[in-house]
């Protein structure tokens, strides 16, 4: 047989013709004489009727003896369905195929965890057998919305005049950021590529060799700590632009994202997108990548704190720091327990506690803060937080850092606890710009660039790159979408002058100049455009347009929070001729250069000979997993081994045992052809049971 038709393509224009679909058995109810089949395909789900009297012997018997999963091709004709069996929840619910004829392509063996129930089942498991994850519905939708947008961006961007050029992914390491991805040379040994964690240098050579207009959805990876949000290797939207200042990039993106919704969600954006300094969102929101779907502002009270009564609120003013407040409307109520929650989340934060004020619905407010301040102060006081009665205020004290972390973080919180992000068709975006284009690095001593050494001061800060850095704003920018940042981008530095002094500012010698970056700048002494670009990441936006709670959902293979893969066990040992042939042979040798973490995970265990032991069966598709799992726990062994508990007493719990009715006492045993009667099959002289239990 041959496909003709996929299964959720079919419409009901389509009854009373012939068709041959192919796909997974969804599930089976078998009526006696008829069974019904829901067959599944990229497309959607079909009911096909086996009828006993329309098929031979043996296709019947084959549908009676079908598994879950299993792939067939089906042979019949399309009819209508009662008027009482049709399901208006499918697009193919008002017909089904009535089978003629059916091949089993593939049986499928029983399943790890069920498909329709895998919300249910631990991520781990789910992306150990992400082939399986994938056939469910929803995911699948995902990808095919990824799909979707990433030929809506690029057929944009070819319309705006941006050429599509590929940048090398074995490239050189330029420390400046996230640490990179290592790749070491075979023929030149001891030295390393470096995998891109993003074109960012390629794409200022394409602006130098001019190219113009420049785009590229690109893969980029980086080694970094990862959250729900990040990925070791990720997509990435690219583009540059040459003759261009900050308010053109920004027009163009603002076109590009209002484009991306309409064609792609049928959602018109209000224009124009609202724009903040970052001051003006540290200030307001406590974050630079501020939520605005609800409001909560904070307020700066910093000079009504100054020489109050409340020693808390005057020594943080009096180090230099800032007092600020959040006003929760109409929330007196807070029970008690709240409060000590939102307390205990500051704490977390860094602050060192929570002052707050409670304005009960007569005026009358309730806070030890009362007797610090006169009544006129008091009084002023609630009047900077827009205080009324009902309110519920609360405050933090510390350095400018620590306030807006811990009070943008409270902001969420309570955002969350009041349900004011919950709304899924709620879109904001909002640019951030004016970025300080240096921070200042304890761990360095020195100031290290915002977002990369290329980026373009504003014209008027130029003469404090060496003398005051700190006051030095960047021609920098953000997309921010419901606090979520979507990527970045900035003017960049084509003055060789400025590129200089920007190298110095950032206590770089010639020698390091010369050996991170010494090929772009050596591009810059040939005629470079003014020029700017922005880049954000694909999977992160789609996961905000699908509403998605990780990018591990948008992704078609992800890796977990620790970076691995479970799907194929990356990362892992490699065979010694491979480390052979790289010069790297010696990591293998006790002790030499290889941690005692990383000698544990290389422990093997003879998966066969434990099998044996415990009398299972090991699938071979099954091995590599119990491999790494049994590894991990000799490492685990190794680990509490290796724990120092000289002096440390033994402690011991004993739970009592309470309500035990049933007397401990052996019954007789079951004969063991009884116990066994149910099993369904057997392999090689061994009783198959489903996993049932993860």
């Given at each position: 047989?041959?496909?003709?038709d996929y299964c959720g393509a079919l ?236 308010e053109d990039i920004l027009r163009h ?301 948008v992704i078609a293979f992800p890796k ?135």
């Amino acid at each position: 047989m041959k496909r003709t038709d996929y299964c959720g393509a079919l419409r009901e224009a389509d009854v009373g013709r012939a068709a041959v679909v192919m796909g997974w058995a969804q599930n089976k109810r078998d009526m006696g004489g008829v069974i019904f089949i829901d067959l599944r395909d990229r497309e959607g789900t079909l009911q096909v009727v086996f009828d006993a009297q329309n098929l031979s012997w043996e296709d019947f018997a084959a549908a009676e003896g079908l598994r879950v999963e299993s792939v067939v091709a089906v042979r019949g004709e399309l009819r209508p369905r009662s008027e009482e069996t049709r399901n208006p929840r499918l697009a193919t619910g008002a017909f089904e195929l009535c089978a003629r004829g059916m091949e089993v392509l593939s049986e499928a063996r029983p399943l790890p965890f069920p498909l329709e129930d895998a919300a249910g089942v631990r991520e781990e498991v789910r992306l150990r057998y992400r082939f399986l994850d994938l056939r469910r519905p929803g995911l699948l939708e995902n990808l095919r919305f990824r799909a979707r947008v990433a030929r809506l961006v690029s057929d944009f961007l070819e319309s705006e005049g941006f050429l599509a050029v590929e940048t090398p992914m074995l490239t050189k390491s330029t420390p400046e950021g996230a640490r990179d991805y290592l790749v070491p040379s075979r023929v030149h040994q001891g030295e390393f590529y470096a995998l891109p964690q993003s074109p960012q240098i390629f794409k200022q050579l394409l602006m130098v060799a001019g190219v113009d207009r420049y785009y590229q959805i690109a893969r980029c990876f980086r080694d970094e700590d990862l959250r729900a949000d990040r990925q070791p290797e990720f997509t990435q939207v690219d583009m540059e632009l040459s003759f261009v200042d900050q308010e053109d990039i920004l027009r163009h993106l603002e076109r590009m994202f209002r484009h991306l919704f309409r064609e792609a969600m049928g959602i018109e954006l209000p224009a124009p997108f609202p724009r903040l300094t970052w001051r003006e969102a540290m200030d307001r929101y406590g974050s630079d990548k501020p939520d605005l779907r609800f409001g909560l502002p904070i307020a700066d009270v910093t000079e009504l704190a100054r020489g109050c009564g409340f020693s808390v609120f005057r020594k943080a003013v009096e180090a230099g720091g800032v007092v600020r407040a959040l006003n929760v409307k109409g929330r007196c109520d807070f029970s008690r327990g709240t409060i000590e929650e939102l307390t205990k989340k500051a704490l977390a934060y860094g602050a060192g506690g929570m002052a707050w004020i409670a304005l009960r619905e007569d005026g009358e407010p309730y806070s030890v803060l009362t007797k610090y301040f006169s009544k006129a102060d008091f009084a002023a006081l609630l009047d900077a937080v827009d205080g009324r009665p009902g309110d519920f205020i609360l405050f933090c004290a510390d350095r400018f850092s620590t306030v807006c972390r811990t009070l943008g973080g409270l902001r969420l919180d309570l955002a969350d606890l009041l349900g004011l992000r919950r709304n899924p068709g709620d879109y904001k975006f909002c640019f951030v710009t004016d970025f300080p284009q240096f921070e200042y690095s304890k761990e360095e001593g020195r100031y290290v660039a915002t977002h990369h050494p290329f980026t373009m001061p504003y014209p008027e800060d130029l003469p404090y790159l060496l003398t005051d850095p700190a006051r030095v704003r960047a021609q920098a920018y953000d997309v921010v979408l419901n606090g979520v940042e979507l990527g970045s981008g900035s003017i960049r530095i084509h003055s060789r002058d400025v590129q200089k002094r920007m190298f110095e500012a950032l206590g770089f010698s010639d020698g390091q100049i010369g050996e991170r970056f010494g090929f772009l700048v050596n591009a810059f002494q040939y005629g470079t455009p003014p020029h700017g670009g922005f880049a954000f990441g694909l999977d992160r936006l789609v996961m905000q347009m699908l509403g998605a709670p990780s990018l591990r959902d948008v992704i078609a293979f992800p890796k977990t929070k620790d970076a691995r893969c479970p799907l194929t066990g990356a990362p892992g040992p490699v065979d010694p001729a491979q480390l052979d042939a790289l010069g790297l042979a010696g990591l293998l040798r006790e002790g030499v250069g290889v941690p005692a973490k990383a000698r544990r995970s290389q422990a093997r265990v003879d998966v066969d000979a434990a099998a044996n032991l415990a009398r299972l069966r090991v699938a071979p598709e099954e091995r590599e997993a119990l491999e790494r799992q049994m590894a991990e726990l000799v490492a685990f062994a190794g680990q509490l081994a290796e724990a120092d508990t000289e002096g440390v007493p033994p402690a011991g719990h004993v739970v009592p045992l309470e309500n035990v009715f049933r007397p401990d006492r052996a019954g007789t045993p079951l004969p063991r052809a009884d116990l066994l009667a149910g099993a369904p099959e057997t392999w090689d002289g061994c009783f198959f049971v489903p996993q049932v239990v993860e």
